[in-house]
């Protein structure tokens, strides 16, 4: 296929899961889902086992975890037939952390016995159950984080499941949000499979499908091309996470890559055992955290941008440790897994390829996505269709300093693709007042090139609420590379009157009327020697 072809039909299959999400994004009913943007869209293949097609611009933690989905819709509740959808959240059966459901629907097109193509969405809904109102508790036991659904049948030949959907709404703090959201991923499933059908009807199955496969193929080739760019040779990198939040001991990770022509093999032996607390991740997160890194240094390699499908996959070979934090047992809690642990893992992985590739890599960004959820009640008179709010955030902070430029402030960073919540909209669903929403001036790593600034964001209560922070690099602020400064740490207060008080990275707690919380998050760290004039200015400044 000429590259011309090849590259009108990698837009074809990226444009079904890109207007999947708009559809997902318009018709949502939380801010999480509808502002932030919180969600991931995706097309596979079917086939023997579920290959990934093609994957919408959005949330990189998804990448490798969406394909463990689709397998495990597959397994567990294949034959499929026309109107079939599949939920699932379970962390060990194909999800990532309870919040994120998924949904997979089998996509049939005329005249075949077998759908040809799998749609599917995850999104992270604001609350699932648990024993914390945001469903981010500082669990010890995946039992304590919500509801669980393994893969199971929630439309069957096109008829609702009703009694599964009553279960699932009974089981969360918000259920009339819930059903929306639910809602509105169903709908995205209708809108790609109704694409996908349309593809096929024009350029017939026997060449979409020839196409398709082309596509994995020549993803892969890239990727190939970039390794082999990579000096041939083993890099190694540790470091930390602050604690589990059930104790004070910092948490290693640790990788070790080893670059042999056009393949990469990474070894997370050296990991810390799986921890009491919930920054454990299931093995799905470390793939996305890999091939993310993988698709960041070969787009920079080759100046070219990579189609998202399996074969990124197919040069990579990961090890995980049995047992360790990045491959728990059940029921180890996970909830924090997929958004802290996922953080640290692209910081090892990019400071390993760092000692490869020292005028390529980036130094670490803030390393954490500022995780703040709270509920509560509705003051009386307030225009909301319940009595009960919940409500889920992360919050960004600073990038990494390059080679070639700054660090950009204030922004989600790596396996965090989503936008903030606007003031407005937080506001006006819940009954809150944002105090405070700034740059931290001077947090960013001091280097050649300065560290991305961290932002504060502060919240005054207007009614009591339950508020838990999961929060990293609150111990350690991101590393700088080629002799930059460390990003500053984070820090999080409560402030009751006067009173100002330190709050830990980790921490569930009650506020009250009038009450502020305000987390400052970190910079990103700074790269290379500053230079003299640079140094003259930190010093007066």
Known sequence: MDAASLTIFGHLFASVAEEMGVTLGRTAYSPNIKERLDYSCAVFLNGGEPKLLAQAAHIPVHLGAMPASVRAAVAQCAPFRPGDVVILNDPYHGGNHLPDITLVSPVFTEGTPAAPFFVASRAHHADVGGMSPGSMPLSTELYQEGIII????????????????????????????????LAAQLAAHTVGAQRLVEIVGRYGLDETLERAHMLTAYAESLTRAAIRLIPDGHYSFTDYLDNDGQGDDPVPVSVSLTVIGDELATDFTGTAEAVAGNLNAVPAIVDSAVVYCLRCVAMALLGADLPMNQGVFAPLTIHIPPGSLLDPKPPHAVSAGNVETSQRIVDVVFGALAHALPDIIPAASQG????????GTYPDGWPAPASH??????IGGGAGAGPESDGASGVHVHMSNTRNTPVEALEYGFPIRIEE???????????????????????????PATVTITSERRERGPYGLAGGGSGAPGHNTLIDGRETIPLPG????????????????????????????????????
């Open 150 to 181: 393994p893969p199971i049948k929630l439309i069957d030949g096109g008829q609702r499941n009703e009694a599964v959907w009553q279960l699932i709404l009974r089981n969360v703090r918000t259920p009339w949000e819930r059903e929306g959201d």
């Open 368 to 375: 954490t996505m500022n995780n703040l959820t709270f509920g």
């Open 389 to 394: 709010f919940a409500y889920y955030e992360t």
């Open 437 to 463: 929403y700034s740059l931290r001036e001077g947090s960013g790593g001091r280097g050649r090139h300065t560290g991305g600034e961290g932002l504060a964001r502060s919240i005054k209560f207007m009614v």
């Open 506 to 541: 980790k921490v569930t707690f009650i506020v009250q009327p009038g009450n502020i919380v305000r987390l400052a998050t970190p910079g990103g760290g700074g790269w290379g020697e500053p230079n003299q004039i640079t140094a003259t200015l930190v010093r007066t400044g």
